[in-house]
């Protein structure tokens, strides 16, 4: 994953195709992306409250999918935890001949994501390792000729269709260990110093990109880490020729900000929070826990519960955005107990105030307060972040109101701007009302 907001390479003159966000992406406001690959097998990485030194943020990195980079640190605590479990001998990439999958059933694994009430799901096809989960031309190094022996990317996206969501795909763009032959990065200056840029590269990138979206037609295109530089320019294997020829396959085709170029889709933010309402489409993305790929070291002190999970997202979708929220599954392709009550929490609650969220678009203001404000087809809504308050204090706009509707409870009056939460509704994560 990357560690800031968007950037954009020089102006080479290119001329990019419009990829402003379709509808159907902003109706549906919440995504599950799913972290699962080599790094699953280790599951490991240090926790911490984030508080470390900036020359330390790589050799004690919180996020376990970097763990083949991690491990790769001499002085780093990977590097001892993969001596103990593994021994010397055994390499990062010697783990794709461990990693195997006798009971994984695609079906199940989607089924649990999608009681979140998601409504599209992007796999990482390949991370920064290299490794990727589908049946490429382009190296040996994949699912299908190591390891597992199948093809995982293609039953993932038959389970996410079969069961009525959009498939997208993560796919690292400019970062791919296997291929390089470059120190462990250790800064952010490392993040683009140490990766390749030549035009071998490119080409090797824009193949792999290429085949899935031939295979595929994901909904959504999900690039992390830029483009090598070599491909920003005009070529066949450029980043405009690529998103002209993905958007001829899937005209509806939504791609993201992580391309390094003059042009982007979505906005991404990774782990951060915004103040108000943004004018630019927008996507919060981040793990249940401290982590995207499964850290069998977190537990619920380092997770997000079902009611933190929920007000999340809620203020994420008043501000404009939408939620991307990750799962990191086990090896074996399970979900871990933590993070699946947490989905099925904000599933529940979706189930009855859904119609406030899918759909909506930001009224005047994100909110006041513990309060937030979506519109559906003209319709207000409240959402009360604290409804053990008691009471919604109405915005001036809407003070005119003689009464709310609560969903999942009774309509209650309107008095001076103020209406009462139902009792039952005073335990929920938010409440939420329909005024008028």
Same mark, same amino acid.
């Given at each position: 994953?990357?560690?800031?907001?968007?950037?954009?390479?020089?102006?080479?003159?290119?001329?990019?195709?419009?990829?402003?966000?379709?509808?159907?992406?902003?109706?549906?406001?919440?995504?599950?992306? %799913?972290?699962?690959?080599? /790094?699953? %097998?280790?599951?490991?990485?240090?926790?911490?409250?984030?508080?470390?030194?900036?020359?330390?943020?790589?050799?004690?990195?919180?996020?376990?999918?970097?763990?083949?980079?991690?491990?790769?640190?001499?002085? +780093?605590?990977?590097?001892?935890?993969?001596?103990?479990?593994?021994?010397?001998?055994?390499?990062?990439?010697?783990?794709?001949?461990?990693?195997?999958?006798?009971?994984?059933?695609?079906?199940?694994?989607?089924?649990?994501?999608?009681? +979140?009430?998601?409504?599209?799901?992007?796999?990482?096809?390949?991370?920064? *390792?290299?490794?990727?989960?589908?049946?490429?031309?382009?190296?040996? /190094?994949?699912?299908?000729?190591?390891?597992?022996?199948?093809?995982? %990317?293609?039953?993932?996206?038959?389970?996410?269709?079969?069961?009525?969501?959009?498939?997208?795909?993560?796919? @690292?763009?400019? !970062?791919?260990?296997?291929?390089?032959? &470059?120190? $462990? %990065?250790? @800064?952010?200056?490392?993040? /683009?110093?140490?990766?390749?840029?030549?035009?071998?590269?490119?080409?090797? #990138?824009?193949?792999?990109?290429?085949?899935?979206?031939?295979?595929?037609?994901?909904?959504? &295109?999900?690039?992390?880490?830029?483009?090598?530089?070599?491909?920003?320019?005009?070529?066949?294997?450029?980043?405009?020729?690529?998103?002209?020829?993905?958007?001829?396959?899937?005209?509806?085709?939504?791609? =993201?900000?992580?391309?390094?170029?003059?042009?982007?889709?979505?906005?991404?933010?990774?782990?951060?929070?915004?103040?108000?309402?943004?004018?630019?489409?927008?996507?919060?993305?981040?793990?249940?826990?401290?982590?995207?790929?499964? =850290?069998?070291?977190?537990?619920? +002190?380092?997770?997000?519960?079902? $009611?933190?999970?929920?007000?999340?997202?809620?203020?994420?979708?008043?501000?404009?955005?939408?939620?991307?929220?990750?799962?990191?599954?086990?090896?074996?392709? +399970?979900?871990?107990?933590?993070?699946?009550?947490?989905?099925?929490? !904000?599933?529940?609650? !979706?189930?009855?105030?859904?119609? #406030?969220?899918?759909? @909506?678009?930001?009224?005047?203001?994100?909110?006041?307060?513990?309060?937030?404000?979506?519109?559906?087809?003209?319709?207000?809504?409240?959402?009360?972040? *604290?409804?053990?308050?008691?009471?919604?204090?109405?915005? $001036?706009?809407?003070?005119?109101?003689?009464?709310?509707?609560?969903?999942?409870?009774?309509?209650?009056?309107?008095?001076?701007?103020?209406?009462?939460?139902?009792?039952?509704?005073?335990?929920?994560?938010?409440?939420?009302?329909?005024?008028?």
């Amino acid at each position: 994953m990357l560690y800031f907001d968007e950037r954009t390479g020089p102006d080479l003159g290119v001329t990019y195709p419009d990829v402003t966000p379709p509808t159907w992406y902003r109706d549906a406001k919440l995504g599950v992306f %799913i972290h699962w690959g080599l /790094f699953s %097998i280790p599951a490991w990485a240090e926790t911490h409250d984030g508080r470390v030194p900036v020359e330390d943020a790589f050799t004690r990195h919180r996020y376990a999918e970097w763990y083949g980079n991690t491990v790769r640190i001499q002085e +780093s605590s990977a590097r001892a935890h993969h001596l103990a479990r593994f021994g010397e001998g055994t390499t990062y990439e010697d783990l794709a001949d461990h990693w195997q999958l006798p009971s994984f059933r695609a079906p199940e694994l989607i089924a649990s994501v999608l009681r +979140s009430g998601a409504r599209y799901v992007i796999p990482v096809t390949k991370h920064h *390792d290299g490794f990727c989960l589908w049946d490429t031309s382009t190296t040996g /190094f994949n699912a299908v000729r190591r390891g597992p022996g199948r093809d995982l %990317i293609q039953e993932l996206a038959d389970a996410t269709r079969a069961a009525g969501a959009r498939f997208g795909v993560y796919f @690292s763009g400019a !970062l791919d260990w296997h291929v390089s032959d &470059l120190p $462990p %990065i250790r @800064s952010e200056r490392d993040l /683009f110093v140490l990766r390749r840029n030549d035009p071998s590269f490119a080409r090797y #990138a824009a193949a792999q990109l290429g085949e899935l979206i031939e295979r595929f037609s994901p909904d959504v &295109l999900w690039n992390d880490i830029e483009w090598p530089d070599s491909g920003k320019g005009g070529d066949d294997f450029g980043v405009a020729a690529l998103w002209r020829r993905y958007l001829t396959a899937v005209p509806h085709g939504v791609v =993201n900000d992580r391309w390094g170029v003059p042009a982007h889709g979505h906005l991404t933010r990774e782990y951060l929070d915004v103040a108000e309402i943004q004018d630019q489409v927008w996507e919060s993305t981040r793990g249940l826990g401290q982590s995207f790929g499964y =850290n069998a070291a977190e537990d619920e +002190s380092h997770s997000l519960s079902a $009611p933190d999970l929920i007000r999340h997202l809620v203020d994420v979708v008043a501000k404009n955005g939408n939620l991307l929220i990750n799962v990191g599954p086990r090896a074996d392709g +399970s979900v871990p107990d933590v993070q699946q009550r947490a989905l099925d929490g !904000l599933g529940q609650w !979706l189930v009855v105030n859904g119609q #406030a969220v899918f759909g @909506s678009r930001p009224w005047l203001r994100a909110g006041e307060g513990t309060v937030r404000h979506t519109v559906v087809d003209g319709q207000v809504f409240a959402h009360v972040l *604290d409804p053990q308050q008691g009471r919604l204090r109405l915005p $001036p706009e809407l003070c005119g109101t003689t009464s709310v509707n609560w969903l999942g409870g009774d309509e209650a009056p309107v008095h001076d701007g103020e209406a009462e939460i139902p009792e039952p509704l005073r335990n929920t994560a938010v409440a939420v009302a329909r005024i008028g």
